[in-house]
């Protein structure tokens, strides 16, 4: 019913930047929060980036002042900027998105298939 789809994740050295983007379509009657996640190996996935219910936004410590969250169009679009990317950055990052589905009073968890960020050294 829902589909997020993230692009623009790769490759990249140390210092560099990405812009991730993840788009969410289908039968949408609201989107309550979205953000980013990332998972490393080995290790749990956690939140880095998100808007809030209230729509203010929250980012992970390990990532103030480097990424940036920004959304665009009926607010069913974010994007996240990453500067001075570091080694341990690489990680696969995942959007999510807590969606209430035209037609359902419920609020559904909802994740992108992850793309893959590398940072090399």
């Known amino acids: 019913q829902v589909q997020l789809v993230e692009s623009g994740g790769g490759l990249v050295q140390a210092g560099g930047s990405l812009r991730l983007s993840c788009a969410a379509s289908?039968?949408?009657?609201?989107?309550?929060?979205m953000g980013w996640y990332r998972q490393a190996p080995g290790k749990q996935r956690e939140l880095i980036a998100g808007f809030t219910r209230t729509g203010s936004t929250i980012y992970a410590d390990s990532v103030k002042g480097r990424f940036t969250i920004s959304r665009a169009g009926a607010r069913d679009t974010v994007y996240l900027q990453m500067n001075s990317l570091k080694p341990e950055d690489t990680a696969v990052y995942y959007c999510n998105a807590l969606v209430v589905v035209i037609g359902i009073r419920y609020e559904y968890d909802y994740w992108g298939q992850g793309t893959q960020v590398t940072v090399s050294s």
């Open positions: 289908g039968s949408i009657f609201s989107i309550n929060a």
